[in-house]
């Protein structure tokens, strides 16, 4: 069967009478507007989001319409542009502690055996007014693992370096000395989890080859992790047992936290890498005299407990979880029925709770962390009703 990736695809294929559940896709309960139904603009953001820079595409989130984000639709960044890799020459290399050295086509991966995840990650950077660097995919490639034992990982390797095609000139400073080098972007892992079961070396998604965009034709992708560490244009796997202390993987893609221990403020400068509980709402609408207030949930695939949603001085109000995100590592999709609203300006605002206890932090929970990345805040946002 053809793999449609939103419902809306299934839908303009007129397969809509058959029932989504008998196609073995569960209803979708946060549909597109229904007939009647209008945006409430958001008061706090343009009706036309910011111009993304020329490489880059933001998802405005106030278009979701379905769990899985159009490959044309899903966002993108990157350091160093877009490389061009060749499909037919294009080889993944496996260098390094390993037994045997491995140079792998696409073909070889091919016909390796898959696997396939759903997964919905955020830009480290991803924050307020827009929230649009986050979109959710279904992922098919190869496990990780698989290659790694393929190889022979050799016990003195202890990081795992996963280089992609694309380079660039940095400077690295080094004392009062600051040297100029060519290099691909890297980012690494530890053994643990480069043998564990889930990462994937990923060359489709929503069922079609991965675009430009998203690496084509290999990247990686680590299930729970910030969208840094999927690795796109995959070229090379180096087993080593130093630890890989590159740019994007030691110095830009840092968290500076303070932290009260022993009394005393420590502060604490640590890697990105699992998702922060997150959630935001990114679109309301009206249907006569009800309002549906949706949003998005992102984190390392604990599951969830709770999402709540709490209207200017009101109570939390239990939110509903879209069933056909119920992955364990799917973004969530999140729908609250807002009724009795009165003309003027309200804010609304929503809290998720994974089922460790953990809540949401609020803006000034966050206030000793320092720098912009993984701000995961409860995200108040304002409409107007007429
Ligand atoms: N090779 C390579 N992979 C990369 C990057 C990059 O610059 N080069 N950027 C990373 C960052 S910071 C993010 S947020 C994600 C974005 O993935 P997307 O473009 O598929 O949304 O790719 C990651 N993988
Ligand atoms: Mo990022």
């Given at each position: 069967m053809t793999m449609h990736s939103t419902r809306r695809g299934i839908l303009k294929g007129g397969l809509a009478v058959a029932g989504l559940s008998a196609l073995g896709i569960p209803d979708w309960a946060l549909p597109v507007l229904a007939q009647g139904e209008t945006i409430v603009p958001f008061t706090d953001l343009p009706a036309t989001p910011p111009a993304a820079a020329a490489d880059r595409r933001l998802l405005d989130v106030r278009t979701i319409d379905a769990p899985l984000t159009?490959?044309?639709?899903?966002?993108?960044?990157?350091?160093?542009?877009?490389?061009?890799?060749?499909?037919?020459?294009?080889?993944?290399?496996?260098?390094?502690?390993?037994?045997?050295?491995?140079?792998?086509?696409?073909?070889?991966?091919?016909?390796?055996?898959?696997?396939?995840?759903?997964?919905?990650?955020?830009?480290?950077?991803?924050?307020?007014?827009?929230?649009?660097?986050?979109?959710?995919?279904?992922?098919?490639?190869?496990?990780?693992?698989?290659?790694?034992?393929?190889?022979?990982?050799?016990?003195?390797?202890?990081?795992?370096?996963?280089?992609?095609?694309?380079?660039?000139?940095?400077?690295?400073?080094?004392?009062?000395?600051?040297?100029?080098?060519?290099?691909?972007?890297?980012?690494?892992?530890?053994?643990?989890?480069?043998?564990?079961?889930?990462?994937?070396?990923?060359?489709?998604?929503?069922?079609?080859?991965?675009?430009?965009?998203?690496?084509?034709?290999?990247?990686?992708?680590?299930?729970?992790?910030?969208?840094?560490?999927?690795?796109?244009?995959?070229?090379?796997?180096?087993?080593?047992?130093?630890?890989?202390?590159?740019?994007?993987?030691?110095?830009?893609?840092?968290?500076?936290?303070?932290?009260?221990?022993?009394?005393?403020?420590?502060?604490?400068?640590?890697?990105?890498?699992?998702?922060?509980?997150?959630?935001?709402?990114?679109?309301?609408?009206?249907?006569?005299?009800?309002y549906n207030v949706r949003g998005v949930i992102l984190n390392d695939g604990t599951p969830i407990k709770s999402v709540e949603v709490k209207v200017d001085d009101g109570p939390w109000q239990a939110a509903t979880i879209d069933k056909a995100t119920s992955d364990k590592y799917s973004w969530k999709l999140f729908n609250y029925t807002w009724t009795g609203a009165t003309p003027g300006e309200h804010t609304l605002v929503s809290r998720v709770t994974d089922v460790t206890g953990l809540v949401q932090p609020t803006e000034k929970d966050l206030e000793n962390k320092k720098t912009f990345l993984e701000d995961n805040s409860q995200y108040p946002r304002k409409v107007m009703i007429a």
């Open positions: 159009p490959k044309d639709s899903f966002f993108t960044t990157q350091h160093y542009g877009h490389p061009t890799v060749d499909p037919q020459t294009f080889k993944l290399k496996v260098s390094g502690l390993v037994n045997k050295p491995l140079s792998l086509s696409l073909d070889d991966l091919r016909h390796m055996k898959t696997n396939e995840i759903t997964f919905g990650f955020e830009c480290s950077g991803n924050r307020r007014p827009l929230q649009g660097l986050c979109s959710n995919g279904r992922w098919t490639g190869v496990p990780l693992r698989t290659v790694l034992e393929q190889a022979g990982v050799k016990n003195e390797a202890k990081e795992f370096v996963f280089f992609g095609a694309d380079r660039g000139d940095e400077e690295v400073e080094f004392r009062t000395q600051k040297f100029t080098v060519n290099q691909q972007f890297g980012r690494s892992m530890p053994r643990e989890k480069a043998l564990s079961s889930e990462p994937l070396l990923a060359y489709n998604m929503n069922g079609e080859p991965l675009t430009k965009h998203q690496g084509f034709p290999l990247r990686l992708i680590v299930p729970g992790w910030y969208g840094v560490g999927n690795v796109k244009w995959l070229s090379e796997i180096n087993a080593q047992e130093d630890q890989y202390l590159g740019k994007y993987q030691a110095r830009w893609y840092r968290t500076l936290r303070g932290e009260m221990i022993n009394g005393e403020m420590k502060w604490t400068e640590a890697a990105v890498t699992s998702m922060q509980l997150k959630s935001f709402i990114a679109r309301v609408s009206r249907n006569g005299d009800r």
